[in-house]
């Protein structure tokens, strides 16, 4: 019974999961004809928790991303989202996606940005219905009273919250950032970390986030997963073990600083630049020993 819930407690899950795309180029001793880009990977998410990928520049971060959310099919292995296929998951709406670029219509206002994709999805909901559920997702992500203002009346910071509504209008279960807050200047990038923080408090979403900032990862993940390149597999898990909540005092806690060290050395033996050292085997060897 115990082992059961423990199963249904993963709601993202790839084993040995295989991914590439026809004719790129082909790392030596990969299989699936040379094109794949990643190769071995196990991934476990867990309902409700927050992890992040990192990793080198081109390691396969964004294409893991989006084999979760049902764009790229599997070369090998398998990978289950919400106990279905990724894509048949996208088809019940159960993932939203956030990217760099907010890609938001410029002839559209924020609220009509943010129930865009809902209105593709789900037309019979009708225009009153989907505008009241971007509209409660625009307050969620602070933007009350900027409904009307078109994107170039927005911020960077703002067009964000825009895009991370329009995907939470979906009501997803699961939602997939891809360097959600790259483009913004380091200011509003920890305001947008308070503010994923306190909207995953609030509505409990599995969120996977890929990110290059070491800090952004400590800060709102309990689990981050290190991928290494050519072909890309997951390196490491690290489990960040400070509690939540979480806020700007949490970067005074050593243990913040000590899990930030272990996933720099993690990094820079990833890039090719170093072997980990000790500290960073001993955790790594007691976070497998917790799996
Ligand atoms: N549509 C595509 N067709 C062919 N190859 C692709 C395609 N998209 C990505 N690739 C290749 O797959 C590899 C992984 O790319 P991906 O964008 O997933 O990496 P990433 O880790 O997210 O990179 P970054 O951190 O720079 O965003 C790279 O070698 C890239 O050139």
Same mark, same amino acid.
């Given at each position: 019974m115990v082992a059961e819930q423990r199963a249904t407690d993963i709601l993202i899950s790839a084993e040995d999961l295989a991914l590439g795309y026809p004719g790129s180029a082909a790392f030596p001793?990969?299989?699936?004809?040379?094109?794949?880009?990643?190769?071995h990977v196990d991934l476990k998410v867990r309902r409700g928790a927050i992890v992040s990928l990192i990793g080198p520049s081109g390691c396969g971060k964004s294409t893991l991303l989006k084999a979760i959310a049902g764009l790229v099919a599997p070369t090998g292995g398998t990978i289950r989202v919400g106990g279905t296929t990724p894509s048949e998951a996208a088809r019940r709406r159960q993932v939203g996606m956030v990217l760099?670029?907010?890609?938001? #219509?410029?002839?559209?206002s924020a609220l009509d940005n943010a129930g865009f994709l809902l209105s593709l999805a789900a037309? &019979? #909901?009708?225009r009153a219905e989907i505008r009241r559920r971007a509209g409660e997702n625009l307050r969620l992500v602070?933007? &009350?009273?900027?409904?009307?203002?078109l994107p170039r009346q927005l911020s960077g910071g703002m067009k964000q919250r825009v895009a991370i509504a329009r995907a939470l209008t979906l009501s997803p279960e699961i939602l997939l950032l891809d360097e959600p807050f790259g483009a913004l200047d380091a200011i509003t990038r920890e305001e947008m970390s308070y503010l994923l923080l306190e909207i995953w408090e609030r509505t409990q979403k599995t969120i996977v986030l890929v990110t290059h900032s070491i800090d952004e990862a400590v800060l709102l993940c309990s689990d981050v997963h290190v991928m290494g390149a050519r072909?890309?597999?997951?390196?490491e898990r690290v489990t960040v073990p400070l509690p939540y909540p979480?806020?700007?005092?949490?970067?005074?806690?050593?243990r913040f600083r000590e899990t930030e060290a272990v996933l720099r050395e993690h990094l820079l033996a990833s890039h090719g630049r170093a072997h980990a050292p000790q500290r960073a085997a001993n955790q790594g060897a007691a976070n497998r020993g917790a799996a």
């Open positions: 001793g990969t299989t699936g004809g040379g094109t794949n880009v990643i190769e760099q670029d907010a890609t938001l #219509l410029p002839w559209k037309p &019979e #909901l009708g602070g933007l &009350e009273g900027a409904e009307g203002k072909p890309a597999r997951i390196i979480r806020d700007q005092h949490s970067f005074e806690d050593a």
